[in-house]
């Protein structure tokens, strides 16, 4: 399973310019989270942070019982192993084939054959529909190919944790189906810990276990995908349906004059070009392609989640109800073991531990 990454209060600040302040969150061992936010609120540096490339300014951040933010070089270098990273450029070496900048994990942190090295490399660059495409420079292909690219690279030590930074960015609709399809058969395979940063809503409502997301210089919110899918918060809301209407404007934060000025644009009958489909609301989550194996997070996500229920927002609460099988409301002690057929559950009346919260 992979590791759990718990950051506490971490605050961040580039000179007098504060990015964010007292974040906390923890990633679940082995689930699916993504980070939602605007752009410039902070999302890579943030990425960046969780694995000592940048240096907060307080806070701390513990993989494997080690505070990447106080710890030595020595060991923070031992830590970063357990990371795969994509980052949002692809960080590829312009000089370097797609070979050879996929094996450059292997040849640096590992006393791998290149016989070894090749299996891999290839194993990843198949993975990630590069096959044939070994040789080419990454000035030689396209955006879309240099993300995959660099997500191949971001596999080949078996990573723990998976840090993805706007994966789906210069990618067509289809690949972005693949890709999200793809992480989610990894973390089928592998059980890795994965954290995606996106613009992509479909990707957002339909890939991860937990949704976060960063506004205002602050983590707005971050837990089971069903709390921010079903949120009223304005940002969440406007941020999900892309629309202009709202706090969120074209550079920062809008104010109050500016948001109503727009309100009254919109009651005037002007158009945003937003469609009027409200795109919150709980949709069903991807699962692994058949033949693989079954998410091991799943489970261990219903339990943690049934664990917390009571403290969720309703809305949130009861889409997670509506959700549960027959045998995972047995489980969770929500009914009396019915006499009825077990595909009827319909008309069941939840039966609560200590009381309806
Ligand atoms: N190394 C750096 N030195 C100084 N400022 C930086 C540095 N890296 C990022 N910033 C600033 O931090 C802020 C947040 O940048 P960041 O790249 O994390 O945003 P983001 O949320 O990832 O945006 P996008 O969605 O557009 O990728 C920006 O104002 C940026 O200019
Ligand atoms: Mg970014």
Same mark, same amino acid.
């Given at each position: 399973?992979?590791?759990?990454?718990?950051?506490?209060?971490?605050?961040?600040?580039?000179?007098?310019?504060?990015?964010?302040?007292?974040?906390?969150?923890?990633?679940?061992?082995?689930?699916?989270?993504?980070?939602?936010?605007?752009?410039?609120?902070?999302?890579?540096?943030?990425? @960046?942070?969780?694995?000592?490339?940048?240096?907060?300014?307080?806070?701390?951040?513990?993989?494997?019982?080690?505070?990447?933010?106080?710890?030595?070089?020595?060991?923070?270098?031992?830590?970063?192993?357990?990371?795969?990273?994509?980052?949002?450029?692809?960080?590829?070496?312009?000089?370097?084939?797609?070979?050879?900048?996929?094996?450059?994990?292997?040849?640096?942190?590992?006393?791998?054959?290149?016989?070894?090295?090749?299996?891999?490399?290839?194993? @990843?660059?198949?993975?990630?529909?590069?096959?044939?495409?070994?040789?080419?420079?990454?000035?030689?292909?396209?955006?879309?190919?240099?993300?995959?690219?660099?997500?191949?690279?971001?596999?080949?030590?078996?990573?723990?944790?998976?840090?993805?930074?706007?994966?789906?960015?210069?990618?067509?609709?289809?690949?972005?189906?693949?890709?999200?399809?793809?992480?989610?058969?990894?973390?089928?395979?592998?059980?890795?810990?994965?954290?995606?940063?996106?613009?992509?809503?479909?990707?957002?409502?339909?890939?991860?276990?937990?949704?976060?997301?960063?506004?205002?210089?602050?983590?707005?919110?971050?837990?089971?995908?069903?709390?921010?899918?079903?949120?009223?918060?304005?940002?969440?809301?406007?941020?999900?349906?892309?629309?202009?209407?709202?706090?969120?404007?074209?550079?920062?934060?809008?104010?109050?004059?500016?948001?109503?000025?727009?309100?009254?644009?919109?009651?005037?009958?002007?158009?945003?070009?937003?469609?009027?489909?409200?795109?919150?609301?709980?949709?069903?989550?991807?699962?692994?392609?058949?033949?693989?194996?079954?998410?091991?997070?799943?489970?261990?996500?219903?339990?943690?989640?049934?664990?917390?229920?009571?403290?969720?927002?309703?809305?949130?609460?009861?889409?997670?109800?509506?959700?549960?099988?027959?045998?995972?409301?047995?489980?969770?002690?929500?009914?009396?073991?019915?006499?009825?057929?077990?595909?009827?559950?319909?008309?069941?009346?939840?039966?609560?531990?200590?009381?309806?919260?």
């Amino acid at each position: 399973m992979g590791a759990e990454v718990v950051v506490e209060g971490l605050t961040k600040s580039f000179g007098n310019q504060a990015i964010w302040r007292d974040v906390t969150l923890t990633l679940p061992p082995g689930e699916v989270s993504v980070m939602l936010g605007p752009s410039g609120t902070g999302k890579s540096v943030f990425l @960046k942070s969780m694995i000592g490339l940048l240096k907060p300014d307080r806070g701390r951040c513990v993989v494997n019982g080690v505070d990447i933010v106080t710890c030595s070089e020595a060991k923070l270098y031992e830590v970063r192993k357990l990371f795969g990273v994509l980052f949002q450029d692809g960080a590829l070496f312009g000089s370097m084939n797609l070979y050879d900048n996929v094996a450059f994990p292997l040849r640096e942190h590992t006393r791998k054959s290149e016989a070894e090295i090749k299996r891999i490399v290839l194993d @990843k660059l198949e993975l990630t529909g590069l096959q044939g495409a070994e040789r080419k420079l990454p000035g030689e292909i396209s955006g879309g190919m240099r993300k995959r690219a660099g997500l191949a690279r971001a596999l080949v030590l078996d990573p723990e944790i998976i840090l993805c930074d706007e994966p789906d960015s210069g990618l067509d609709p289809v690949r972005t189906a693949y890709l999200s399809q793809l992480l989610i058969d990894l973390n089928a395979q592998i059980d890795a810990t994965i954290l995606i940063v996106t613009h992509n809503i479909n990707l957002a409502r339909t890939v991860p276990d937990n949704l976060g997301m960063l506004f205002r210089k602050e983590l707005v919110m971050f837990g089971p995908r069903e709390v921010l899918l079903t949120s009223d918060e304005p940002v969440v809301e406007q941020f999900l349906n892309g629309r202009r209407i709202g706090p969120i404007g074209m550079s920062e934060e809008k104010d109050a004059a500016q948001m109503a000025q727009e309100a009254a644009h919109a009651a005037a009958g002007h158009s945003d070009g937003s469609s009027e489909e409200d795109l919150r609301g709980i949709v069903a989550q991807l699962e692994p392609t058949p033949g693989l194996p079954e998410r091991k997070a799943v489970r261990r996500r219903k339990d943690r989640v049934m664990q917390v229920l009571h403290s969720l927002p309703a809305a949130a609460r009861e889409g997670i109800i509506a959700s549960l099988t027959h045998e995972d409301r047995l489980r969770y002690g929500l009914t009396a073991p019915s006499p009825r057929p077990a595909h009827d559950d319909t008309q069941e009346i939840p039966v609560w531990p200590g009381g309806r919260p």
